[in-house]
């Protein structure tokens, strides 16, 4: 086959709105470019608007900072145990391991991809029986789904462990109608340059509880104790989002409904041209409580009917077609760094990760970038080569 030459289809790169240079120019002309400043403060009322229900946010430096400042906020110190989902980006679990804290790894659940409930409560009564009853539980809401939201809740609640909800991907998702995000004691969300908007860089704690987030200022900021002078009473981080980059933000917060509703077109485009491929299945809502940003579009292969593997077909739609697809997540308890951590599953995340694969789910993909990756990839499976 000739290589096609033709420009490059991202997976899910920066899709702007109009309005960003407008606030960052703001930021520039009224010289309020530090981490403070009305973009900071329009941003985040703009999030808690959207979200709703009464939570609070605060905006920081990287949905990886909003992570540690997370577990500082609920206490989590050194030795403390950590639950985690498994399959899921490593900044899920890297912020346990700054505060010398151990991550236990938990399994997934082949419906929504995410933590199964049952291995959950498993790991808690083995932890426990070991003499430890873990000190919180992050559910991470993958590829823009909802986790088993209900069930993981009344488990974690059980128990007595106090929830994170990792919603980096699933800003504008829903369970039952309640916006991800929302979940748990303390939520982060990221506005990294791939998520569903993007800060260039920037992150957020949500949380109903008004000290959580004022704590979560006082530690982004260096940790000031007040007093007429630098005093300081415990350890401090440099978190703070800047104001030009909230300005970013911004302009996206009004975009943000739009690049849902584009998202979400282009699974059901995918799913109309390749579901009657024998072989090929999506990552699906369960039931019509699930309600899914479709961040990422992915979908499984079946190896017996499918002779090429992910690999396989991810290099040959970059090498021949320009187009980058992504492999799903590795599961962390299968990552060198995690080797020695505990985990919890049924092989589940293991079985996603060598049959699944991402493909380019842009906002602002066209509809003839579209065309292109679903023709790209039915030559690829149908070819015998
Ligand atoms: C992107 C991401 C993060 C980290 O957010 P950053 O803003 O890149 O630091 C954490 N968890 C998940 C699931 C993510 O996808």
Redesign the pocket.
Known sequence: MDKIVNKRIYLSPPHLGGKESIYIQEALDSNWIAPVGENVDRFQADLEAFLGDGVRVAALS??????HLALVVLGIKAGDEVLCQSF??S??VNPILYLQAFPVLIGSEPETWNMCPVELERAIKDRIGKGKLPKAVIL?D?YGMPCKMDELLAVAARYNIPVIE?A??SLGSEFNGKHCGTFGEVA?L???G??IITCS???AIVSHNREYIEQTGFYAGQAKDPAPFYKHSKVGYNYQLSNILAGIGRGQMSVLNEHIAAKREINAFYRSELSAIDGISFHTEPDSRYFSNYWLSAMLLDHTKIKKTPLQICETMSSLYNIECRLLWNPMHLQPVFKDVPYYGTGVSERLFTSGLCLPSGSNLSREDLHRVVTALKKIIASKS
């Not at 990287?62 to 992570?67: E, F, H, P």
């Open positions: 990287s949905g990886t900072a909003a992570l899921t980006f900044a899920s991470v993958l990792d980096a991907e982060i990221s506005f990294n791939n998520k860089s920037g992150g």
